[in-house]
Nanobody
């Protein structure tokens, strides 16, 4: 069972940046897709961005231009660079991985416990 541990969350002012990291306990090279999901206060969890083992990235339209996802199979990590943060970006950010090629939550095999991001002045 692969364990995923997120880090890098915290309190940031609007317009600021954070870089989230997700470290896996085992090799992620064989995990076809990995992604970042976000659950805002009182909201459902949603996909932020995903990336395949080959490095093909997909970012939800409303995050494009601000968020970038990356993956390092050798280091068993994925990252989410977040710039231009807004109060609406507040939430718990989860890392997940799966083998099916789908980013639907039910298709993800592994989940981290999340890291809290708070965007506030």
């Amino acid at each position: 069972q692969v364990q995923l541990v997120e880090s890098g969350g915290g309190l940031v002012q609007p317009g600021g940046s954070l870089r989230l990291s997700c470290a896996a306990s085992e090799s992620i090279a064989g995990i076809y897709v990995m992604g970042w999901y976000r659950q805002g206060p009182g909201k459902q969890r949603e996909l932020v961005a995903g990336i395949t083992s080959g490095g093909t990235a997909a970012i939800q339209d409303w995050f494009k231009g601000r968020f970038t996802i990356s993956r390092d199979n050798a280091a068993n990590t994925i990252s989410l660079q977040m710039n231009g943060l807004k109060p609406d970006d507040t939430g718990v950010y989860y890392c997940a991985g799966g083998y099916s090629g789908s980013y639907y939550e039910d298709a993800m095999e592994y989940w981290g416990k999340g890291t809290l991001v708070t965007v506030s002045s």
